[in-house]
C-alpha cells in the first residue's frame, strides 16, 4: 500500500517550452501533496505543499508563475515548469501524505522526475 | 524553526556488520515525530523508521532500529547485518504534531557504502 506514482521519469525539452509532470496517489487519498527538487549529491528542498481543490503554498523563493501546480483531484497533483530554461534542469520528487490517524502524517514519495533542458 | 542534522556526510560499513548513522535535530516542540528515509540510486525515497516523541521504546523494522535520545534532541539509525542493497543516501526527518503543518525538515543525508 501507499503507492505514489509520478510521470515522467525522465524528460527533455528545449528551452522556452513547457513541462507538465503528474504525482498521483495510487492507493489512498491525499489532500496534501508536496514538490520537492534535489540538485546533485544533496537534500530534497520543499518547492510548494499542494492542497486538493485550494491554491498551492509556495515555499520562499520559489516563483509561482514558473512553477505552477494544480491539485485537481484527491489523487493527481500536477507540476508545470512553465517556459523552461536551462537553470531549471533538475530532479523534481513529488510526495503524497497520508493520514494514518491520531496525528500520524506520513509522507509516501514517487521516483522522481529527471528534467533536462537543453 | 526546526533543524535537522547529520554530521557524518558518508559512512561504509563491511557486509554483514552493523552501522549506525547519527541525526540530532532542534525544536522546542514536546509532540513531534522522526523518520529515516533511504534513497539508493534509484532516487526512489523510500520510508525505513518512524518514531513518535511521546514514545519511550525505541522503533524496530527488521534489522532496522533507531536509538531515540529525546531529551539529548538524538535519533540515530543503526542497520544490523548490513546487505549489500542498504547502500544508499540515508535522510533524517522532522515533523512537527498536530496542526496542519505537514511540512519535513530533512538533514543534508548520509551516504552509506556497503563493502562486499
Known amino acids: 500500500g501507499a503507492v505514489v506514482s509520478q510521470h515522467p521519469s525522465r524528460v527533455i525539452c528545449k528551452s522556452g517550452t513547457s513541462v507538465k509532470i503528474e504525482c498521483r496517489s495510487l492507493d489512498f487519498q491525499a489532500t496534501t501533496m508536496f514538490w520537492y527538487r534535489q540538485f546533485p549529491k544533496q537534500s530534497l528542498m520543499l518547492m510548494a505543499t499542494?492542497?486538493?481543490?485550494?491554491?498551492?503554498t509556495y515555499e520562499q523563493g520559489v516563483e509561482k508563475d514558473k512553477f505552477l501546480i494544480n491539485h485537481a483531484s484527491l489523487t493527481l497533483s500536477t507540476l508545470t515548469v512553465t517556459s523552461a530554461h536551462p537553470e531549471d534542469s533538475s530532479f523534481y520528487i513529488c510526495?503524497?501524505?497520508?493520514?494514518w490517524g491520531q496525528g500520524l502524517n506520513i509522507q509516501y514519495f514517487g521516483a522522481g522526475t529527471r528534467l533536462s533542458v537543453l | 524553526a526546526q533543524t535537522v542534522t547529520q554530521s557524518q556526510p558518508e559512512m561504509s560499513v563491511q557486509e554483514a556488520e552493523t552501522v549506525t548513522l547519527s541525526c540530532t535535530y532542534d525544536?522546542?516542540?514536546?509532540?513531534?515525530?522522526l523518520f529515516w528515509y533511504k534513497q539508493p540510486p534509484s532516487r526512489q525515497m523510500i520510508l525505513v523508521i518512524r518514531?513518535?516523541?511521546?514514545?519511550?521504546q525505541n522503533a524496530t523494522e527488521n534489522r532496522f532500529s533507531v536509538n531515540f535520545q529525546k531529551a539529548a534532541k538524538s535519533f540515530s539509525l543503526k542497520i544490523s547485518d548490513s546487505q549489500l542493497g542498504d547502500a544508499a543516501m540515508y535522510f533524517c526527518a522532522y515533523k512537527a504534531s498536530g496542526g496542519s503543518n505537514y511540512k519535513l525538515t530533512f538533514g543534508k543525508g548520509t551516504l552509506l557504502t556497503v563493502n562486499p
Open positions: 525544536t522546542s516542540e514536546s509532540d513531534y515525530y
Open positions: 510526495s503524497a501524505r497520508l493520514n
Open positions: 499542494s492542497n486538493e481543490g485550494s491554491k498551492a
Open positions: 518514531q513518535e516523541a511521546y514514545k519511550q
